[in-house]
């Protein structure tokens, strides 16, 4: 037996609207995955006694603990027959590692390189259970490249495709020719600053200082929008990711980004106003909120991060030659301040490697020449590992809270650094819905399962019927409130990318001791309809748990006759 959702709802409306979603911090389980290695391998057989579990310092009660073998991923859920899901496995732990190429922040020949490291480890991987998926971080948004399989010559197949070519646009932080080709100096007939002390000189010079600010300013718009970028795609991977059991481990592969968007710029006032989205970042404490969500949502979702730096050795001296002059790097007078920018932007990347890497548990491979290799540590880590949980009860003040493990004897370990108590604001959790309706990847954390039931009429639109499952473990009714809190939302797409239809409802709603009972036993079962013209579409169905803050998205095709 199953709920009829619009029966709860009391037929209401699929335009109508209600009171704003209300997020109540409560009692939790937080988990935590640990690494524990000696030698390189895995120690086997601890007990939870050996292990010792601090929240800010101060030692919890471990209510869970399991050694942890990852499972063969052989197997995966496979719909019925007319029916889509976005469950993907079953509910042990799987190993997974998705390897995501950062076309944003990466230069071609970087790419190139990247490429031929990532095909070395897979030609020399040996024969596991180990499932991998390619996917290419781009500026306009996640491109799967190829889903999940255990043969690596599929990923390497996928890594010569076309679309993984170098792009053949400029590499992060260049000028590029064109504004050196019409500077004073090559415009005129002077040598480029030998004027002297005269007044031609001069003016020269203060045309060259505006040349500059002129191109820092769109350096500064391209990097931020760059690091907007690559936080919304790391952010579509968690959210990918969340709902399928175990650690998982993401390689994010490429030239990295900066914590700030250039924290000397930040510091000098000559940062951005605005990041020319939503967010006010006129300061370097707000422009870390963006980042320490995006870490949050990684290490939540049992996402440990792996970032390679495809620079293989960034030369900061090389990168503030000016070219419009014999071997002078940009030191002196008045750009005396290019070098140590470029260094400090260069400490900044790898700042944000290590703390994406310490914050969910994975670790950073950087200044070094052997990729391949870096891949194969990787891959060690997500076979075995200590699964350690305690619960957080709704005393504890909302904000970031430190982890940190012991262990009653000498080993290498590493895990999540901390996770965030509050749930995320009504505008960030509107953000997040809005992003999950644009993916291209499935979101987890609410199951569901789903059918087109019946299309009805001939000619003109026809009304499409559809029917959703939704798992009862997935769905939260606000603990004491027992409050169904749920958004529901059908968006038809044509194979031009355009909306052609949509169907959304908002339920808010107190329920009764017996229809609690029902969800938590039977789950959720929602009917609606769409009214579409023939033709063939992509459909994404997207629910979000209003009391919760979490959601769970399903794509699938749909041809009407």
């Keep these: 037996m199953v709920v009829n959702l619009l029966a709860i709802a009391m037929n209401a409306s699929a335009q109508n609207t209600s009171q704003d979603s209300r997020i109540k911090t409560s009692t ?18 601890l007990k939870k006694e050996s292990f010792e579990l601090l929240e800010d310092g101060k030692p919890v009660q471990i209510a869970v603990f399991d050694e942890v073998h990852a499972a063969p991923t052989n197997e995966m859920v496979r719909p019925a027959e007319g029916e889509f899901t976005n469950t993907r496995y079953g509910k042990d732990a799987q190993r997974l590692t998705v390897i995501a190429v950062d076309l944003v922040n990466t230069a071609p020949l970087d790419q190139l390189y990247l490429k031929q490291e990532i095909i070395k480890f897979l030609d020399e991987a040996p024969e596991s259970d180990e499932r991998y998926a390619l996917v290419a971080m781009s500026t306009h948004g996640i491109r799967v490249l190829r889903d999940f399989t255990s043969d690596p010559k599929m990923i390497v197949a996928a890594l010569r495709q076309k679309d993984m070519q170098p792009n053949g646009r400029e590499a992060p932080g260049s000028t590029g020719s064109a504004v050196f080709d019409q500077t004073p100096c090559a415009a005129s007939a002077g040598n480029c600053g030998s004027h002297g002390g005269n007044d031609q000189g001069w003016k020269e010079l ?22 907007l970028d690559t936080l919304s795609s790391l952010q579509q991977l968690a959210q990918w990711l969340s709902g399928v059991p175990g650690r998982k481990t993401l390689v994010w592969a490429g030239s990295g980004v900066q914590l700030y968007g250039g924290l000397t710029r930040v510091m000098a006032g000559r940062g951005p106003r605005r990041d020319y989205s939503t967010t006010d970042y006129s300061n370097a404490a707000q422009a870390m909120d963006e980042n320490a969500y995006t870490f949050n949502m990684l290490s939540r979702a049992n996402v440990a991060v792996y970032p390679m730096d495809a620079r293989h050795g960034a030369n900061t001296s090389f990168a503030v030659f000016d070219s419009s002059r014999t071997d002078a790097p940009i030191g002196q007078g008045a750009f005396s301040g290019q070098k140590g920018r470029v260094q400090n932007e260069d400490q900044e990347i790898i700042a944000m490697f290590q703390q994406i890497a310490a914050s969910t548990g994975g670790k950073a491979c ?90 009805e009429g001939t000619t003109g639109k026809r009304r499409v019927r559809f029917a959703l499952d939704l798992a009862p ?5 606000g603990e004491q409130e027992n409050a169904l809190k749920l958004e529901i939302m059908a968006l038809v797409r044509g194979v031009d990318g355009k909306e052609v239809a949509n169907v959304s409802q908002r339920i808010d709603r107190k329920l009764e001791p017996a229809q609690v009972g029902l969800i938590r036993s039977e789950g959720i079962h929602y009917t609606n309809r769409l009214e579409v013209p023939a033709g063939s579409y992509g459909v994404w169905f997207a629910v979000r748990d209003g009391n919760s803050g979490q959601a769970g998205t399903v794509i699938t095709k749909l041809t009407v006759p």
């Design 206 to 227: 203060q045309l060259w200082v505006t040349l500059y600010q002129v191109q820092e300013s769109i350096d500064v718009f391209r990097d931020w929008n760059q690091r």
């Design 28 to 45: 939790d389980l937080v988990v935590v995955p640990v690494i524990v290695h000696k030698g390189g391998a895995h120690i086997a057989g």
């Design 366 to 455: 950087f200044n070094r020449t052997d990729l391949s290799k870096c891949m194969s540590e990787f891959s060690s880590d997500s076979r075995d590992y200590y699964m350690l949980g305690f619960y957080v009860d709704k005393k504890t003040k909302p904000g970031w809270h430190t982890l940190n493990v012991k262990l009653d004897q000498k080993a290498e370990i590493r895990h999540r650094k901390g996770f965030e108590m509050a749930a995320p604001g009504k505008a960030q959790q509107t953000n997040d819905f809005q992003l999950a309706l644009s993916s291209p990847l499935p979101y987890t954390d609410v199951q569901i399962r789903g059918r087109f039931t019946e299309v």
């Design 473 to 477: 473990e997935t769905i939260s009714l």
